[in-house]
């Protein structure tokens, strides 16, 4: 275990400071959730029968529900790039914990994330977002977020490590972005068509976004709708088991493929 924390701290290290490289990367990675959130709040918000305001609270859990997802599409680029760059070859011959690679990785995409969150949470701050249940909500929110952002991060990191090239494991994270669209992310699901609906109600994001608004004590945490589906209705439980699933699965999926190296 010492080992294995030792060697993952190194590759935060080596992570951290190729993020400090690539500062145009770190910019776009904050303000678009944020255009998004003027975009949505101001132009959606008008023609949505929830009040501006109030679809404005309904919004910020989501976006911020978005964001722990694209932990799949950061993933998958970061392990891409590293193992048809070559780097993930270097790494297999140092005497270090198979599991440390990854590790590193998805630690240091997790402290990313949750500086990149504050600018999201401020402007939302600023446009009328409010977390009503206090410190202890926040908190129970911000934990949520981040362990489905790590757990996505892993998902993202075996499938880099499956992909083909740095331009497939490209275009395969761009097609990401319409998960949150299947979502309760930026819409209630209750006026969805049925099928429609018990997609959005198992996604994943759906059970991220209703928990933050559950624990926030935002528009939309309440009590779910009539035959909703169990993530739905138990969101917080939904969003932990989730993630913790999707960790269970991929963690030592993602380290067994590290360790073969490319076929």
């Not at 080992?3 to 490289?21: E, I, N, P």
């Not at 913790?244 to 493929?257: E, G, I, K, Q, Y």
């Amino acid at each position: 275990m010492t080992t294995l924390l030792s060697d993952g701290g190194a590759v935060l290290t080596r992570q951290l400071q190729k993020a400090r490289h690539a500062p145009a990367l770190l910019v776009l990675t904050q303000t678009m959730p944020i255009a998004m959130l003027l975009f949505f709040g101001y132009v959606f918000g008008s023609a949505l029968a929830m009040p501006g305001a109030e679809y404005r609270e309904f919004l910020v859990p989501g976006l911020l529900a978005a964001t722990a997802a694209n932990g799949l599409m950061t993933g998958m680029f970061t392990a891409a790039q590293d193992a048809h760059r070559g780097v993930m070859d270097r790494f297999r011959t140092l005497p270090m914990s198979r599991a440390a690679v990854p590790l590193g990785q998805t630690a240091a995409d997790l402290l990313t994330t949750a500086v990149s969150m504050v600018p999201l949470m401020l402007v939302g701050l600023a446009m009328g977002w409010r977390v009503e249940n206090g410190l202890p909500g926040a908190l129970g929110a911000l934990g949520v977020l981040l362990l489905f952002r790590f757990a996505t991060a892993w998902v993202g990191t075996y499938l880099g490590l499956l992909s083909r090239s740095e331009e497939a494991a490209g275009q395969l994270g761009s097609a990401t972005f319409v998960l949150p669209m299947l979502s309760s992310a930026y819409l209630p699901t209750a006026g969805l068509p049925g099928w429609l609906r018990t997609v959005a109600e198992w996604n994943p994001i759906s059970a991220v976004a209703t928990a933050v608004r559950e624990l926030c004590g935002n528009a939309g945490g309440a009590a779910a709708a009539p035959g909703a589906a169990w993530p739905a209705s138990h969101p917080v439980a939904g969003a932990v088991l989730w993630s913790l699933l999707l960790l269970v699965l991929f963690v030592p999926s993602a380290t067994r493929r590290f360790a073969r190296g490319r076929d």
